[in-house]
């Protein structure tokens, strides 16, 4: 495996089965589904690769001196440690461009969970190496997003930090004012009611660039 992530990803159950079906890949068990739109599969390509799933620590190369095994027990010892956090729900909206779920309601509890995944585990992540840096666009952050990026590995965390399930690539706002209503429709009964963020779920980067659900830790 090339890279390691640490995510949320709602046990099974109808939340997780409508974001299979609407990537059109089940990534705890590399299943091809069927997607509810034909225009889907042009529209979903880096999402379906990553598999459904809200990233808590983003997709790092291990430290030399960690291995996968190491990198369990570390995410074992944490999750025991960490409580579960309840959202009020989650809404399918826009967000930079692609469609996502967020949370409805307040975030700082969850906020403070993801803060605390990012920097206990940070001793598993090898440095950035320059053409990691370069990839996340240096010029285009913010000081404080590359001070982010420099310490931490990815710009988007702690302060910065904004739960959301990516749904879809980039799109135009023709595509997302179409693509919206078919998504708000395809998540409505698995929407209904409190969703729980109780496990850290462990995934890797296999060779081609797809990401692999490996297991998931139980919080408390």
Not at 154 to 177: C, G, I, K, N, S
Not at 188 to 197: F, I, N, R, T, Y
Request: glycine content about 8%; overall charge neutral; hydrophobic content about 45%.
């Amino acid at each position: 495996m090339k890279r390691y992530a640490i995510y949320f990803v709602p046990p099974f159950g109808p939340l997780a089965m409508a974001g299979a079906g609407w990537l059109g890949r089940d990534a705890a068990t590399g299943t091809s589904l069927p997607q509810p739109d034909p225009a889907l599969p042009a529209l979903t390509g880096a999402p379906r690769r990553y598999g459904f799933h809200a990233t808590l620590k983003a997709p790092f190369r291990l430290a030399g001196h960690e291995s996968p095994e190491s990198l369990r027990t570390g995410l074992t010892d944490l999750a025991r440690k960490l409580r579960p956090v309840v959202m009020d729900g989650l809404s399918v909206q826009c967000f930079h461009g692609f469609l996502a779920l967020l949370p409805v309601g307040g975030t700082a509890p969850l906020n403070g969970l993801a803060a605390e995944v990012v920097m206990q585990l940070d001793r598993f992540r090898a440095p950035l190496s320059a053409a990691e840096i370069a990839r996340r666009n240096p010029d285009a952050l913010t000081a404080r997003q590359r001070a982010l990026l420099e310490a931490w590995g990815y710009p988007l965390v702690l302060d910065e930090f904004r739960f959301h399930m990516t749904l879809t690539d980039r799109l135009t706002p023709d595509q997302a004012a179409g693509l919206l209503p078919l998504a708000q429709a395809h998540f409505a009964d698995a929407l209904k009611g409190p969703v729980e963020v109780d496990a850290l779920t462990l995934f890797a980067e296999d060779e081609t660039g797809v990401f692999h659900q490996l297991d998931r830790f139980e919080l408390g």
